[in-house]
Nanobody
Framework: QEQLVESGGGLVQAGGSLRLSCAASGRTFSAAVMGWFRQAPGKEREFVGTITWSTGHTRNGDSVKGRFTISRDIAKNTVYLQMNSLKPEDTAVYYC?????????????????WGQGTQVTVSS
């Protein structure tokens, strides 16, 4: 069974950076796309970005464009989310997810496997 494990969350001051990792184990299914989502208390889950395993093409959500970058290491079965210029409004639990759809979906319902999440807190 596919398992996704996030790491790298923590507390950082505004303007700082963090890098989240998502390690995929048991990767025997045909996951085409890996996505990052986040959810702040009292808010709906929000699309952060996504990347294709094969080509490395990415798509970012509007609220993080120019600040966050997604990458992947195929050999390590790991996807990364580099977060720069962090703002207090970036505070949330960040989740990685895997999808078998063949396009850079921003819809959470297209993602069938989810990690447990990692907390990111940005202080002002």
């Amino acid at each position: 069974q596919e398992q996704l494990v996030e790491s790298g969350g923590g507390l950082v001051q505004a303007g700082g950076s963090l890098r989240l990792s998502c390690a995929a184990s048991g990767r025997t299914f045909s996951a085409a796309v890996m996505g990052w989502f986040r959810q702040a208390p009292g808010k709906e889950r929000e699309f952060v970005g996504t990347i294709t395993w094969s080509t490395g093409h990415t798509r970012n959500g509007d609220s993080v464009k120019g600040r966050f970058t997604i990458s992947r290491d195929i050999a390590k079965n790991t996807v990364y989310l580099q977060m720069n210029s962090l703002k207090p409004e970036d505070t949330a639990v960040y989740y990685c997810a895997a999808s078998t759809v063949g396009w850079l979906s921003h819809n959470d319902y297209d993602y069938t496997h989810w990690g447990q999440g990692t907390q990111v807190t940005v202080s002002s």
